[in-house]
C-alpha cells in the first residue's frame, strides 16, 4: 500500500523558533510537492523538487529531497504567524505517473 | 496566475438529490483532477483524465461520475447525494509534460 506521512501532525511553534517537518513515503517516486493549505482555503503550491538531493528555498521555508531514503523536509526559519498553516507533501503514486498521493499534512501554528 | 474555476462555492442538498460540480480551467491544460477532502484531513484522488475522453477513478472509491468532453471542462456528478458525501471537492489541473497542479478554489458540499 502506498503511503506517506508526516510528522509532527500538529505544531505549535513560538514566533522567531525552528523547526522542520519531515515527509516519508513508501512510492519509487524520484520527485516531490509541498503545498500549503490555509484554513477553508484550497492548495498552494509550495515547491516542485525534482530530483535526489533538491533544494529549493522561498523565504523562511526550506525544502529538500532524498529519494534514497524516501524522505522530504521542509524547514521553517524564524517562524512569523503568517506561516500558520497546513502544510502537506505529495508524490508520484510512481516514478513517471501523473498521479499523485498527499501526505497526513501537517498543522502548523505560530504563536506571537 | 493559474485560472481555475469551480463552482457553486458552497452547495447544501438533500438526501437523494442529483447534483453536478463544475470545474473549468483557461489554460488548456490536458491533465486535470478531482480529490475529496474532510476537514482537517488529507486530499484523497477521486477521478483524473489525462485529456478529452479520458477519465480514471483515483485510489478513493467514490461513487461520483465524471466526464471530459472538451479540454477546459471536468464536471463531476453525484446521481444521488447522501450525507456521507459531505466534504470538500477540490479540482485541480496540470500542463502537458508538467508536474505541477494548480488547485481550485474548492466546493464545499453539505448533504442534509
Known amino acids: 500500500e502506498l503511503k506517506v506521512e508526516q510528522n509532527p501532525l500538529f505544531l505549535s511553534m513560538q514566533e522567531g523558533k525552528n523547526y522542520t517537518i519531515y515527509c516519508n513515503y513508501s512510492?519509487?517516486?524520484?520527485?516531490l510537492y509541498w503545498y500549503r493549505q490555509d484554513p477553508g482555503k484550497s492548495l498552494e503550491s509550495l515547491f516542485v523538487l525534482l530530483s535526489n538531493g533538491a533544494v529549493k528555498q522561498e523565504g523562511r521555508l526550506m525544502a529538500s529531497l532524498d529519494t534514497k531514503a524516501r524522505l522530504s523536509t521542509l524547514h521553517i526559519t524564524a517562524a512569523v504567524h503568517d506561516l500558520s498553516a497546513t502544510y502537506f507533501c505529495?508524490?508520484?503514486?510512481?516514478?513517471?505517473?501523473?498521479?499523485?498521493?498527499f501526505g497526513t499534512g501537517t498543522r502548523l501554528k505560530v504563536l506571537a | 496566475e493559474a485560472d481555475i474555476y469551480q463552482t457553486p462555492r458552497y452547495l447544501v442538498i438533500g438526501t437523494g438529490k442529483k447534483i453536478t460540480l463544475e470545474c473549468s480551467q483557461t489554460?488548456?491544460?490536458?491533465?486535470m483532477y478531482w480529490y475529496q477532502q474532510d476537514p482537517g484531513m488529507e486530499l484523497h484522488l477521486i477521478h483524473y483524465s489525462y485529456g478529452v475522453n479520458s477519465t480514471e477513478k483515483g485510489d478513493l472509491s467514490s461513487e461520483s461520475t465524471v466526464s471530459r468532453i472538451r479540454t477546459e471542462h471536468f464536471p463531476l456528478t453525484l446521481e444521488s447525494a447522501r450525507p456521507s458525501h459531505t466534504s470538500q471537492y477540490l479540482c485541480?489541473?496540470?500542463?502537458?509534460?508538467?508536474?505541477?497542479?494548480?488547485f481550485g478554489p474548492g466546493t464545499r458540499l453539505t448533504v442534509t
Open positions: 505529495a508524490p508520484p503514486c510512481t516514478s513517471g505517473t501523473y498521479k499523485y498521493i
Open positions: 485541480a489541473s496540470s500542463a502537458h509534460g508538467s508536474y505541477e497542479q494548480y
Open positions: 512510492t519509487t517516486s524520484d520527485r
Open positions: 489554460m488548456g491544460h490536458d491533465k
